[in-house]
């Protein structure tokens, strides 16, 4: 058989020069819209510091910053096994971690399971609960198959926002990232969950209810202590970080130590929900509108994984049908009347294209749409996806940026985990571009905030959060702990190494 040909080596340039004067007029009027200066991102990021400082009063605002009562860092001399539970997006995950002596070690074990799509927008609250129960009995049956368990401590990553006056309760303040389930939201969702448990006599104990967040903040902060904040950057957007008792008015009834450390689950998806300060498009308005919660999670809505596509394909049809470029001409553009047809990863290929004349770029439109584009049409696609994916990564700074300002943090490292962060095309690099302007760090003065990969935080996070829990449990710390009895019976299990 033949070898295949080589690959072409890249020459990507960037070049203009053939490009129709109307498809550049067209390029300059989407540069105007999405391109975001520092003089923006400064003001952006001023009135972010004063939106973190609302959610903490008793009044609150746009940004909820829920306690999340994970009083403190780990040691990472922390030790036993526990379970894990992951519910953010796609995928249910249960891992079993292990914590040995080592400092900053783990060992993990994990299955994952399908998230049914019809459970995701039900009707019928218990089906969801029973589908996690059904999992959590079926990895439990396969890997402690014949063994007579305690109940397992279970810390559970549920990465949606929630109201929490426990650790180990919490009450869901909305959906968000596509689920919309009915008759949860308002109510708490450890009952339930507990109740589907028990029914299939499932020997686990709901020790710690967390976000993704938090658990990226304590997870990456296992393994290196310098982590400060905990972001998520991908089919949503948030992060948590320590603040001090003292500088929350809405816990002030508590009576807690005033330096005592708490996590914050910022939730800041919901930043400027007023609409005061955010540079939207006519593109992110249409996007709310037709968004199961308009008005909500504007800032998610403009920088998110599970946008950017949408705002592509938005664009698009808007220049197809209202631009005198014409784009497509005739051409049935029926798929991209779809909304949510494009995703996020259709922007990262053409950015990924390195080739001259965007061969790869004309590819992708034609296997994925049956659309025929020119060589001048891949340059605009090419450049709508730089400015979507730019806008992003630039505006996504503003909320570390806004922490650290906040906290008097001169300099940290940030955990990030999520697919934008993880997978999108210069997305760390612009980032920090943006949080240099920023912060206003000088030429050639080093990164002061480095936000880097994330540890497992929704996996070995959540284990570590029912680890410190039930230590706080032994050592008489009970703010914020409901059932104090069954964590004191989890501990012997966790210990034990079951």
Same mark, same amino acid.
């Given at each position: 058989m033949a070898a295949p040909a080589p690959r072409r080596k890249p020459t990507r340039k960037g070049s203009m020069a053939d490009v129709p004067q109307n498809v550049k007029e067209q390029i300059i009027e989407l540069e105007k819209q999405f391109i975001v200066p520092s003089e923006k991102l400064k003001e952006i990021t001023t009135h972010f510091v004063g939106e973190l400082k609302q959610g903490l009063t008793v009044e609150g605002g746009d940004i909820p910053m829920n306690p999340t009562w994970c009083m403190g860092y780990p040691t990472g001399y922390e030790t036993g096994t526990f379970l894990a539970l992951d519910m953010g997006g796609t995928n249910l995950r249960v891992c079993e971690i292990n914590l040995p002596k080592e400092k900053g070690e783990f060992d993990i074990t994990q299955s994952k399971y399908r998230m049914p799509e019809e459970i995701k927008s039900g009707n019928d609250p218990d089906e969801l609960w029973e589908y996690i129960a059904d999992c959590l009995q079926q990895f439990i049956e396969y890997h402690h198959e014949g063994e007579n368990l305690g109940k397992l401590p279970l810390g559970f990553t549920f990465s949606f926002p929630a109201t929490q006056e426990y650790i180990d309760h919490?009450?869901?303040?909305?959906?968000?990232? !596509?689920?919309?389930?009915? !008759?949860?939201?308002?109510?708490?969702?450890?009952?339930?969950?507990?109740?589907?448990?028990?029914?299939?006599?499932?020997?686990?104990?709901?020790?710690?209810?967390?976000?993704?967040?938090?658990? %990226?903040?304590?997870?990456?902060?296992?393994?290196?202590?310098?982590?400060?904040? !905990?972001?998520?950057?991908?089919?949503?957007?948030?992060?948590?970080?320590?603040?001090?008792? !003292?500088?929350?008015?809405?816990?002030?009834?508590?009576?807690?130590?005033?330096?005592?450390?708490?996590?914050?689950?910022?939730?800041?998806?919901?930043?400027?929900?007023?609409? +005061?300060?955010?540079?939207?498009? +006519?593109?992110?308005?249409?996007?709310?509108?037709?968004?199961?919660?308009?008005?909500?999670?504007?800032?998610?809505?403009?920088?998110?994984?599970?946008?950017?596509?949408?705002?592509?394909?938005?664009?698009?049809?808007?220049?197809?049908?209202?631009?005198?470029?014409?784009?497509?001409?005739?051409?049935?553009?029926?798929?991209?009347?779809?909304?949510?047809?494009?995703?996020?990863?259709?922007?990262?290929?053409?950015?990924?294209?390195?080739?001259?004349?965007?061969?790869? %770029?004309?590819?992708?439109?034609?296997?994925?749409?049956?659309?025929?584009?020119?060589?001048?049409?891949?340059?605009?696609?090419?450049?709508?996806?730089e400015l979507i994916g730019t806008r992003a990564a630039r505006l996504s700074a503003c909320g570390p940026a806004a922490i650290c300002t906040k906290k008097n943090i001169d300099s940290c490292h940030v955990g990030a985990d999520g697919s934008l962060f993880a997978k999108y095309p210069h997305f760390k690099a612009r980032g920090a571009v943006a949080l240099r302007e920023i912060l206003g760090w000088k030429e050639g003065e080093k990164d002061k905030v480095d936000i880097r990969p994330a540890e497992d935080g929704s996996g070995v996070g959540a284990a570590l959060i029912a680890a410190l829990t039930i230590q706080r449990v032994k050592d008489g710390s009970l703010a914020g702990i409901r059932d104090k009895e069954g964590l004191m019976e989890a501990a012997k299990v966790a210990k034990s190494g079951s």
């Amino acid at each position: 058989m033949a070898a295949p040909a080589p690959r072409r080596k890249p020459t990507r340039k960037g070049s203009m020069a053939d490009v129709p004067q109307n498809v550049k007029e067209q390029i300059i009027e989407l540069e105007k819209q999405f391109i975001v200066p520092s003089e923006k991102l400064k003001e952006i990021t001023t009135h972010f510091v004063g939106e973190l400082k609302q959610g903490l009063t008793v009044e609150g605002g746009d940004i909820p910053m829920n306690p999340t009562w994970c009083m403190g860092y780990p040691t990472g001399y922390e030790t036993g096994t526990f379970l894990a539970l992951d519910m953010g997006g796609t995928n249910l995950r249960v891992c079993e971690i292990n914590l040995p002596k080592e400092k900053g070690e783990f060992d993990i074990t994990q299955s994952k399971y399908r998230m049914p799509e019809e459970i995701k927008s039900g009707n019928d609250p218990d089906e969801l609960w029973e589908y996690i129960a059904d999992c959590l009995q079926q990895f439990i049956e396969y890997h402690h198959e014949g063994e007579n368990l305690g109940k397992l401590p279970l810390g559970f990553t549920f990465s949606f926002p929630a109201t929490q006056e426990y650790i180990d309760h919490g009450i869901l303040q909305r959906w968000t990232k !596509g689920f919309d389930i009915d !008759g949860i939201e308002g109510k708490d969702v450890v009952p339930p969950f507990e109740k589907a448990l028990a029914d299939r006599g499932v020997p686990i104990k709901l020790t710690a209810l967390i976000n993704d967040t938090t658990g %990226t903040l304590i997870a990456s902060n296992y393994t290196d202590d310098q982590t400060k904040i !905990g972001c998520i950057f991908g089919t949503g957007c948030n992060a948590a970080y320590m603040e001090h008792c !003292g500088e929350i008015p809405k816990l002030a009834h508590m009576n807690l130590p005033p330096d005592m450390p708490i996590a914050i689950n910022c939730e800041y998806g919901a930043f400027d929900s007023s609409m +005061k300060v955010l540079p939207r498009t +006519k593109y992110d308005v249409i996007v709310d509108k037709e968004s199961p919660r308009p008005g909500q999670q504007i800032f998610e809505k403009m920088i998110a994984g599970l946008y950017l596509g949408e705002l592509f394909r938005l664009v698009c049809v808007d220049l197809h049908e209202n631009t005198n470029c014409k784009l497509f001409g005739d051409q049935d553009i029926g798929k991209l009347h779809h909304p949510y047809s494009l995703d996020s990863s259709f922007l990262s290929e053409i950015e990924e294209d390195v080739y001259e004349n965007l061969d790869e %770029t004309v590819e992708i439109f034609h296997k994925e749409l049956n659309l025929k584009i020119s060589r001048a049409d891949a340059e605009l696609f090419r450049r709508l996806a730089e400015l979507i994916g730019t806008r992003a990564a630039r505006l996504s700074a503003c909320g570390p940026a806004a922490i650290c300002t906040k906290k008097n943090i001169d300099s940290c490292h940030v955990g990030a985990d999520g697919s934008l962060f993880a997978k999108y095309p210069h997305f760390k690099a612009r980032g920090a571009v943006a949080l240099r302007e920023i912060l206003g760090w000088k030429e050639g003065e080093k990164d002061k905030v480095d936000i880097r990969p994330a540890e497992d935080g929704s996996g070995v996070g959540a284990a570590l959060i029912a680890a410190l829990t039930i230590q706080r449990v032994k050592d008489g710390s009970l703010a914020g702990i409901r059932d104090k009895e069954g964590l004191m019976e989890a501990a012997k299990v966790a210990k034990s190494g079951s």
